[in-house]
């Protein structure tokens, strides 16, 4: 257990349902208070739909888990009002550095693009995400979370699902209209309805363990093939808040998991990696061998999964976490849409049809990395070796290392909800790509970053060209942006915005409430906003 | 879309034989393999072609497969 970090005890309350002798009722019902149904839950919560948050402890996750946050994770937590507290404790890093044998081999930059708020990745250890979110859930009206309510089993039908709740109070049935299970890897929700979950096991072991020492590592990503210090196997070293670091170690499939994770073990392997003289304490071990799978299907009914219930990655790349967060930023607005008749239902579909991609986007990436750190045979070792000897000198072997492809969001290609350009675009932000933030001025001149003008609904930029539209024109839940060098709702003074988007007077940008560009057009009009709103909305889903 | 293109087109075969055993001269097993690793790693950034590498890697895998069998 951390020594800087003291668990909370979140309160548990007997449930109304128990003295009321009666079935509840709620809206929506999120099975998981980690960091996917807690951010789901906050993100509906804020958008007015009637949350109840069911986890079946009553703190924060026991050990650091996962640590990297994204870029796209800490804009979600910003969006929600969570994000200054992950500033305030992370340990921000943009760079990572790869090493082959005794040399580094070359160092890399995850975020070329600077003058945006939020860094490549921040590290921070699982317990503190869990707290932040769930202070924030506490402060939120309408989201009432149930701490020690174990969910046993649920029943889906036509009109909605029932779970199966246990309690230190006694045991109760919950009704909702919607449930969503972000209930990990282990999923009770998946396991009740017996859903396969399908894919890939690798024997082989990493061996996690989280250190507390006084050093000066930078705060970077350091990756090791074949370091002298650890039998030629793979090690990686992150740096985490409270002067904790995280260090990986790879060790024999056919090694023995007890034995591999008791402490007089685990130290020598630390020591000969961090030096002789390096005095260290280990704060917690864990073990795992690499699964890349997933459910065939994300939705069954009014149940959805989402996050490691759903799929589940190697870790090498910070997907599993930062991909489920994705998964909760992109069903939350549909939900919240739905529920309040601004959407058919057939909105819902789309949640399986852009994220199903999105995680077998991530499974490819996970299972080609750990492909790359554990070569199956003798020639595909040569391969391996060759790559990363070769790095030394040329270009295109340093792009063919894979120490892990590291989470960017996912971008919507293909999705029921964009509208395809009908002009020419430079760039990045195609329809069904996150937006990408800037530096930008306000109205009154004050800086702000892009992102924060976006808001949480469905917002139309357009630039260079005031037009006689105005949101009641249009649409009552449209945000309307007027942007240009000099305003006058975004001034786009450094000309980073017009850049990042290929903005010229008269385009506009639609951006859904997730922050995604669904369509974008040269010349705006009022019949163009209201197509690609409708399409959105689900509107042309069958 | 470029093909793989099998027919002959060495102007000087010899040359291109002796060439793949010269670089091998005087090296150890071990070396040679990483040789022939690094190699293939360089062609295929030459041919800079993804298509065409996983024609040339499908056509040299069933040319192995066939010894298999005969």
Not at chain 1, 275 to 301: M, N, Q, V
Not at chain 1, 365 to 373: E, G, I, L
Not at chain 1, 381 to 386: A, K, L, V
């Amino acid at each position: 257990m951390p020594k800087a970090y003291v668990h909370p005890t979140f309160p548990f309350a007997p449930p109304p349902e128990l003295a009321a002798g009666a079935v509840g009722k709620t809206t929506v019902a999120v099975v998981g208070g980690g960091p996917v149904g807690l951010t789901l839950a906050l993100d509906l919560a804020q958008r007015g739909v009637e949350t109840v948050l069911l986890d079946e402890d009553d703190t924060t996750s026991h050990g650091s888990r996962l640590i990297c946050m994204s870029k796209r994770t800490l804009e979600v937590f910003d969006r929600l009002g969570a994000g200054a507290p992950f500033q305030k404790k992370g340990v921000v890093w943009n760079k990572g550095r790869l090493f082959f044998g005794e040399t580094e081999v070359y160092a890399f930059d995850l975020l070329p693009e600077r003058d945006q708020a939020w860094p490549a990745f921040v590290n921070i250890q699982q317990y503190y995400v869990e707290d932040f979110l769930a202070r924030a859930a506490q402060a939120t009206s309408g989201l009432a979370l149930r701490w020690k309510n174990r969910v046993v089993d649920v029943a889906v039908a036509g009109d909605g699902v029932t779970l199966q709740v246990e309690t230190p109070a006694g045991a109760y049935s919950l009704q909702a209209d919607y449930v969503v299970a972000c209930d990990g890897a282990a999923s009770t929700v998946r396991h009740a309805l017996d859903l396969p979950f399908v894919g890939r096991a690798f024997p082989d072991r990493f061996l996690i363990t989280d250190v507390t020492m006084q050093a000066d590592f930078p705060s970077e990503r350091w990756f090791w093939f074949e370091p002298p210090f650890h039998d030629g196997q793979s090690a990686l070293l992150h740096k985490q808040p409270d002067g904790m670091w995280r260090i990986d170690l790879q060790i024999d499939a056919d090694s023995d998991p007890d034995a591999e994770v008791r402490e007089e073990n685990v130290r020598p392997r630390i020591q000969r990696m961090l030096g002789p003289d390096a005095k260290f304490e280990i704060e917690w071990i864990s073990l795992y061998t690499f699964r890349c799978r997933r459910l065939e299907r994300f939705r069954h009914g009014r149940l959805f999964f989402a996050g490691d219930a759903a799929h589940q990655v190697s870790p090498f790349g910070a997907r599993g976490g930062n991909g489920g967060v994705q998964d909760a930023d992109n069903l939350a607005w549909k939900l919240a849409a739905v529920i309040k008749g601004d959407a058919p239902a057939a909105l819902l579909d789309s949640y399986e049809a852009e994220r199903i991609p999105a995680a077998d986007e991530n499974i490819l990436n996970s299972s080609r990395s750990t492909d790359f750190m554990t070569p199956k045979s003798p020639a595909i070792r040569d391969f391996r070796d060759g790559v990363l000897a070769l790095a030394r000198d040329h270009d295109f072997a340093r792009r063919m290392v894979n120490s892990g492809r590291l989470s960017v969001p996912a971008v919507l290609t293909g999705s029921p909800l964009n509208m395809a350009d009908t002009e020419p675009f430079a760039g990045a932000m195609v329809p069904g790509a996150a937006a990408v933030d800037a530096p930008v001025k306000g109205p009154e001149g004050h800086d702000m970053w892009f992102l924060e003008t976006l808001g949480a609904n469905f917002t139309l930029l357009i630039y260079g060209q005031q037009l006689s539209l105005t949101e009641a024109d249009v649409d009552p839940g449209l945000r309307l942006l007027f942007a240009g060098p000099g305003g006058p709702d975004v001034m786009d003074h450094a000309g980073r915005l017009a850049a990042r988007y290929d903005l010229r007077p008269g385009t506009g940008y639609l951006f859904r409430p997730d922050r995604h560009v669904s369509a974008r057009t040269r010349r705006v009009s009022p019949e163009w906003v209201q197509a690609a709103l409708a399409r959105a909305r689900g509107k042309a889903i069958q | 879309m470029t093909e793989l293109r099998t027919e002959d087109r060495l102007h000087a075969p010899d040359e291109v034989y002796q060439a793949l055993v010269d670089a091998h001269d005087g090296l150890s097993d071990a070396e040679s393999r990483q040789l022939n690793a690094r190699l293939i790693l360089l062609l295929a950034n030459h041919v800079g072609d993804h298509q065409v590498l996983a024609e040339a890697a499908a056509t040299a895998r069933s040319s192995v497969l066939t010894d298999r069998d005969g």
